[in-house]
């Protein structure tokens, strides 16, 4: 039997041992969230969803709170809105201002929410992160300076991808998302499958993109340039494209390829089924 919830006034029935963010998210309210992702186990680490219950004196997560009985919440109270603004000025006090020049301007979660809450200044100064960039994996780029500490990477590598890459290290201060050892990415055992940028809400973590260095051999006439693809990117890139997610474009991308300029377009079809069947 559902648990009755009064919600900003709206009553809303949800299910003993679910979360309170569950809860709303069934019925279509909206919590900002930063730490949190559906498919990842929740920390309630960043308090960006945190609301109000009656009866209780502090704020709660959503996240990670559960529902076992009958609650009173209030999500955008101005004290559950005055913590978020601090919350989100607390993690812009030492993040970097070079949005313009950022992969992820426009596409910045951190970047919306501040627009969200109205920060037009940083009123909390704070101390940068060092660290400089590493570009040693051909396929991620990882900037120290712009990670918020908010662990979904870690979290999606351990929990989904079972790799266990990245990790925190250090205390206090100096806490920051590294790999085991201090390892440059390519010396870790990183096997570069993506999901990190995936899931990084800021431009932390990037695709280290290759085209600006092969774009002049492209339009040289005398450049014989090839391309070679896997069976799994004709899949993965529907979506980027505006197709359903899934839609098989095996069709498509040579054609596409071969309008950008390349000469000779690959797809790896038969070794990709060669490999499994060693594999297996």
């Known amino acids: 039997m559902g648990i009755r919830l009064e919600v900003n006034g709206r009553e809303i029935i949800a299910e003993k041992g679910e979360t309170i ?148 290290a250090g205390r206090g201060n100096e806490l920051k998302i590294s790999t085991s050892l201090a390892k440059t990415l390519d010396e870790s055992n990183c096997t570069a499958c993506g999901q990190c940028l995936n899931v990084c809400p800021t431009g932390a973590l990037t695709e280290n993109i290759q085209f600006p260095g092969l774009e002049p051999h492209l339009s040289d006439p005398k450049a014989l340039v090839m391309v070679q693809y896997t069976p799994a990117v004709a899949v993965s890139l529907g979506e980027l494209l505006g197709y359903r997610p899934g839609t098989d474009l095996g069709k498509t991308i040579p054609v596409l390829l071969r309008r950008l300029g390349f000469d000779f377009v690959v797809e790896s079809s038969l070794g990709a089924d060669v490999m499994i069947m060693e594999q297996a």
């Open 21 to 168: 963010l569950s809860a709303l998210s069934r019925h279509g309210m909206h919590v900002p969230t930063i730490c949190n992702l559906k498919e990842l186990s929740p920390t309630g680490a960043c308090r960006m969803c945190v609301v109000e219950v009656e009866g209780l004196e502090n704020l709660v997560p959503a996240c990670s709170f559960p529902v076992e009985g009958e609650l009173k919440i209030k999500t955008h109270s101005s004290r559950v809105l005055r913590a978020r603004k601090t919350n989100v000025e607390l993690l812009l006090s030492n993040h970097p201002d070079d949005c313009l020049y950022c992969e992820r301007n426009l596409s910045c979660e951190l970047q919306s929410l501040a627009e969200h809450l109205h920060i037009r200044e940083r009123r909390i100064p704070g101390k940068k992160r060092s660290g400089g960039i590493d570009r040693t994996s051909p396929a991620i780029v990882l900037d120290p300076a712009k990670c918020i500490l908010c662990g979904r990477c870690v979290r999606v590598c351990g929990e989904i991808m079972a790799t266990s890459t990245l990790d925190f």
